[in-house]
Nanobody
Framework: QVQMVESGGDSVQAGGSLRLSCVAS??????MGWFRQAPGKEREGVAT???????TYYANSVKGRFTISRDNANTLSLQMNSLKPEDTAMYYC?????????????????????WGQGTLVTVSS
């Protein structure tokens, strides 16, 4: 079992930056990722990282603006720059105790059994 707690969500203006954090406890995840769900839309993958210090993958919509990183084995971050109104969503941290490797590229929710409660990001124009 892994318990995930996100933080860092806030309201910002377009062009601004935010940094989301997620702390995992009880066990150390292998692969981790960030997903988001905008109002009225399905949840989608934002960025994933295969392991601590491993390969990273990004959705096309955030590539070049967002950076995923693991500050340590149990802490996941998402640096979000040049935010746009369409980035407004609930952001979720997700984790797997199994090493997913290149499967992280698919950003398949089903590969990540453990989820946080979400942190809200609102970007105004």
């Amino acid at each position: 079992q892994v318990q995930m707690v996100e933080s860092g969500g806030d309201s910002v203006q377009a062009g601004g930056s935010l940094r989301l954090s997620c702390v995992a406890s009880r066990n150390t995840p292998a692969s981790m990722g960030w997903f988001r769900q905008a109002p009225g839309k399905e949840r989608e993958g934002v960025a994933t990282i295969s392991t601590y210090g491993g390969s990273t993958y990004y959705a096309n919509s955030v590539k070049g603006r967002f950076t995923i990183s693991r500050d340590n084995a149990n802490t996941l971050s998402l640096q979000m720059n040049s935010l746009k109104p369409e980035d407004t969503a609930m952001y979720y941290c997700a984790a797997s105790l199994s090493y997913l490797g290149s499967r992280c590229r698919n950003m398949n929710e089903g590969d990540f059994p453990y989820w946080g409660q979400g942190t809200l990001v609102t970007v105004s124009s």
